[in-house]
């Protein structure tokens, strides 16, 4: 049986050109659980030079992901809803940390905090999950 490192890193992570684009950095990924990190960067910014309101949604979405599907069950996103609450600027790391609120044989509910480089709340994630049968082994 994969560890869950393993489904996140070698199964998913490896074939997610979007988060690779974000420049995604695993921190950390256990049942249930996914830590990750970026930087915010020029091309991520609108028009009044503060992030885009995706790129914290592409982050949170991706933490979301890792952790709904760390238990090895492949897991598909059904809904999901965002607050952003302050401003990102260029040069901002920003974390996003996924926790399992739920989780059953066909839906798993997670929450998403995502935090910038000083440890402030920037957004909040919440998203459920449809759990397939199948594995990612």
Do not use: C
């Not at 970026?38 to 995706?54: C, K, P, T, W, Y």
């Not at 999901?80 to 609120?101: R, S």
């Amino acid at each position: 049986m994969l560890s869950p490192k393993e489904i996140v890193v070698d199964r998913m992570l490896s074939q997610d050109s979007y988060s690779q684009w974000l420049g995604i950095t695993l921190l950390d990924v256990s049942l249930g659980y996914a830590k990750v990190k970026m930087q915010v960067r020029s091309e991520m910014l609108n028009g009044f030079r503060i992030a885009h309101g995706g790129i914290s949604f592409g982050l949170a979405d991706s933490a979301f992901a890792f952790a709904s599907n760390s238990r090895g069950q492949l897991a598909y996103s059904v809904s999901t809803e965002i607050n952003h609450l302050q401003k990102v600027f260029e040069g901002d790391t920003l974390f996003a940390e996924a926790k399992e609120e739920f989780y059953n044989k066909k839906i798993g509910k997670y929450r998403v905090e995502v935090t910038n480089q000083d440890n402030a709340i920037v957004a909040i994630f919440n998203g459920l999950v449809y759990v397939t049968k199948k594995e990612w082994a």
